[in-house]
């Protein structure tokens, strides 16, 4: 114990030195760890809703912002398609398909999204109630549980709906009032972020007809905006549905696998950066604390000779400068993590208040732990070649010298 703390006493009698060792140090270990952690939380966030969801039906455009938009509700919908058009979709005994859900969006509440859908959305995500009751008539809303916390929603309350997903108050819709009539359990899925009402509830919404001169005859046609399918069985005939069904219809088909793949590529080109960034800083931190050790030990030559007069072994000298090493990484590498998670914190927070996703940043991942052994070790390392040297110090030169 005595010569840890001998060692660390050496370590702050230089405090701009050990400042920069241990700022680089944690920079490093900070990219590092926060990388591993932000990559594990949204592939956890965006796996977890996938819901075994195969295909995803909705208007021409981007099938990654089909998907982002309507399974994972942060982006805007490609555009509505008529409810005519996958009705063949959503007939019950489809030889390949087990379940369509059909989606309505494109309304807010206080920056929360209204999902117009049916009870199949519920089965989807295996949503349970926690209070009240389902909504089974137009206008009722089923309140997920984090929107819910966020409002202080409660049963009977009551509210309009603003057009688009900003929370802008000029765009509020006149007319039908929503009505929370129950609140679900935590899910731990997009859902609990979301506001739930008929199909029919979106439908009023937006129905702007003037009925004083609307005719028996006159009938709007029904739109979506997307549906969720889960195949029955995974064959040659699903595996081509995608294809027929943007090159034969009006419709477009995306595989969530398939975007969230390229979407896992695109994520992975920018933390492959930040990776090879962090390996160099931690790199420059090794070097930095073997130059710092190197040179302070030329310093301290007369003071490690005096050291040997008065009993310590060469070993004992080596395990000195090692410990030296060992500490700078210790504090470095735990005020890295300690800054990765800071760093998560505030971008969940940031993800939370513009998408309403909530993240943990203060769970800690096994490979944290192998990360903070690299990072000892790395100090130790660099610790090597002085060590080594204190102990061919020549003490009678020196003290004469």
């Known amino acids: 114990m005595f010569s840890l703390w001998l060692s660390w006493k050496h370590l702050v009698y230089k405090p701009a030195q050990l400042t920069l060792n241990l700022v680089l140090l944690a920079l490093s270990t900070g990219l590092i760890a926060g990388v591993l952690i932000f990559n594990q939380m949204v592939t956890d966030r965006l796996d977890r809703n996938l819901a075994g969801i195969d295909l995803v ?31 063949p979709f959503m007939r019950s005994g489809h030889p390949l398909i087990a379940r369509a859900v059909p ?25 349970t109630l926690d209070q009240g009751k389902l909504n089974n008539a137009p206008m009722d809303v089923l309140a997920g549980a984090s929107v819910a916390k966020a409002l202080n929603l409660t049963i009977g309350k009551t509210f309009q709906s603003v057009h688009g997903l900003d929370d802008n108050d000029d765009l509020t819709h006149d007319g039908p009032v929503y009505r929370v009539v129950g609140i679900l359990e935590p899910s731990g ?40 399918i889960q195949y029955k069985v995974r064959n040659h005939l699903t595996l081509n549905l995608p294809r027929n069904i943007n090159e034969n219809t009006e419709l477009m088909a995306a595989s969530p696998a398939m975007e969230m793949n390229r979407l896992y590529l695109l994520m992975g080109a920018g933390t492959d950066m930040l ?38 072994s060469p070993g004992g000298l080596f395990r000195l400068i090692i410990q030296e090493g060992f500490l700078l990484a210790l504090v470095g590498g735990l005020l890295g993590l300690i800054l990765a998670h800071a760093g998560i914190w505030g971008a969940g927070n940031f993800l939370e208040e513009e998408w309403h996703y909530a993240f943990d940043a203060w769970i800690f991942l096994p490979e944290e732990g192998w ?9 130790v390392l660099a610790a090597l070649v002085p060590a080594w040297q204190s102990r061919k110090v020549d003490i009678a030169s020196t003290l004469v010298g």
């Open 371 to 379: 990360l903070y052994l690299g990072v000892l070790a790395f100090g």
């Open 57 to 87: 039906l909705g208007a021409k455009g981007s099938p990654l912002q089909l998907i982002l938009a309507g399974m994972y509700h942060v982006d805007v919908p490609t555009g509505n398609i008529s409810l005519q058009a996958v009705k």
């Open 189 to 228: 899925t997009v859902a609990d972020q979301l506001l739930l009402t008929p199909l029919e509830s979106v439908w009023m919404v937006h129905d702007h007809r003037d009925h004083q001169h609307e005719t028996s005859s006159t009938e709007v046609e029904k739109e979506i905006t997307t549906v969720l």
């Open 103 to 127: 989606l309505s969006l494109g309304d807010s509440y206080q920056g929360y999204r209204i999902v117009g859908t049916d009870s199949s959305f519920l089965t989807l995500y295996h949503l």
């Open 275 to 312: 990776h090879i960034l962090a390996w160099i800083i931690l790199f420059v931190s090794g070097l930095s604390i073997f130059v710092s050790l190197y040179s302070s030990l030329q310093a301290r030559r007369y003071e490690l000779a005096l050291m040997r007069v008065m009993g310590s």
